[in-house]
């Protein structure tokens, strides 16, 4: 009756994908959640809240056999944040999970002042981020939380790629003293790292080298990043990626390092281009007086192309073919 | 032409038919609390604001914005059927470029905010009521709130100043289904009961059964008493209409399989047939009353 849905990667792209023997995995929520059902089984002490957000967080199973364990506050996220923060402050290991969106925009001032200044250090899980909810529209997108908490004093952001690095920042969070915030999406994303890569906040991660282009990309646009350095290796051009999987603290000895090394640098990731991950990066590099050509990849200040999230990835280049195309543009 | 309370009943049979095919094409929605709050619209548009496609842009229109954004379906179906736009265009929703998102914006006729994140609307609407009483204007303003929103507190921030400024001229309405997401709102983090609540922030209550559309049409085509602010809990069941989508959580954003929609859509189509027929009954049993058409 209805068409099938575009899908996030093109024909082209999954034929790359195959002979790069990347394997489809699960979404980076069910690898969340389940992660944080494990680290709960374990010690008591673990609590998740949420605001109506336990289907939406995969966290029904949870619940059920943890009712202890979950702290349900309805639609409410400010109250979330706060109690959370109280939580934390009281010795529990906290996640506060709900839609990256409401999370971030609703209780921003619960999260300045009563996890980051206060110092609580609640973990805050911002699902279904970015532009996940795609055809929601607006309300629903998560494209200023980066920026918004960029601005904010004491506490860490990470955006991981793949399960390996969601299921590696849950489980590091745990045992974190200061204020975290991790957000991923809900679609099904490739593995792109080997069993036996190392995790550390603060630290990205190399998926390979070269020396014409650097993409550096974070969260669930690292994969179109590899994909376009790939398809590029079939036309002479040479590229690094780097899964910025850190917005905060910035991997500043990795940037400089690709900035030196390569002759251009596109930044990419799934929020506005206003005071994200490239905008981080251009304040650095121009700071350190290295200037190489550098494009921001991400969602421009307009009103957000309508769709379903492949259609808003694909229309503002998100994609092997728009990341090659624009990899090439800088260098010509 | 006004309609009859059985016209209206039917054209709510019709309507939720049309929410069904919205979602089941477009392959999302927000299946049960459309169809949980589809009466209250139809009797809102159809009997009570005074607002058309025509006097959309009027500074003296009735206004209505609706706080429970995700519910759009049944929005989008009840402006379409009001000629704010061709239904056709209903076919694009959530699609690449189309102004049809999952939630209301402005970018489509007939829609006054946009809404989608909870608790916003009725802060909005409180600031559109209090513009009225200082410019004197006689228009109402509606919104329309989930009974699970209710846990934002910017509805009880707004609750207050509507009836510290004495707002008469807003009505808000609850989609009192009882249930959310994750189940029901008593289990899930209880906020009843509402009644006490809204009366104890100064506001005038009224309960109705939010499917009688007579019901409805008494209660939301007077104000509330002098200077109050008026709240309708409406009692409705998410689902309604549909017998295995009725007072079930999951079908809070379930999108049929195409055996359900093909047994959700026999349902509706029943009860519309059910309901022409008794109406043609009806019809032939009043002429025959007359005694016969006049020759
Ligand atoms: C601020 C905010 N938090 C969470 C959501 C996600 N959400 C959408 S609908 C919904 C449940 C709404 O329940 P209710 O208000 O009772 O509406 P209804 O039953 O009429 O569908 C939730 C949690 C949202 N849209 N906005
Ligand atoms: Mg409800």
Redo the contacts between chains.
Sequence with gaps: ??AP??SMFSPAAMEVAQQLGLKMRRANLDEFADTLFGLARADRNVIAV?S?????GKLGPFGKELPGQII?????E??LVGIAAGLASAGKIVYAVSPA??LT??ALEQIKNDVCYSDNPVKLIGISAGVSYG??????HSLHDLAALRAINNIDIVVPADNFEARSAIEVAAERTKPLYVRFGKAPQYQIHRDGTEFEIGRSIRLRDGGDVAFIATGETVIHALLAAESLRGKGVSCRVLSMHTIKPLDAEAILSAARSCRAIVTVEEHMINGGLGEACASLLMQAGVTPRLKIVGIPDEYT????QA?IFR?YGISMEGLAATAQSLLR | MSLTDRQLQLKSLRLRRRVLEIIKHAGAGHTGGSLSCLDILNVLYNRVLRVSPETFSSPDRDRYIQSKGHSVEALFVVLADRGFFPTEQLETLCRYKSHFVGHPTRKVPGIEQNTGALGHGLPIATGVAIAGKLDNKDYRVFTLLGDGELAEGSNWEAAMAAAHYDLDNLTAIVDHNTLQITGRTRDVCSNEPLDEKFRAFGWDVRIVDGHSIAQLTEVLSTRGSESRPGVVIANTTKGRGVSFMEDVAKWHHGVPSDAEYAQAIKELEDAIARMEGEEEGKRKNDIGKMGGWPS
């Design positions: 009756m209805s849905a575009p949420t109506d957000s336990r289907g939406s349900e506050l309805g639609i409410a400010q109250n969106c409401f925009a609703r055809a929601l529209g607006s309300t629903h192309v309508t769709g379903i259609d229309h």
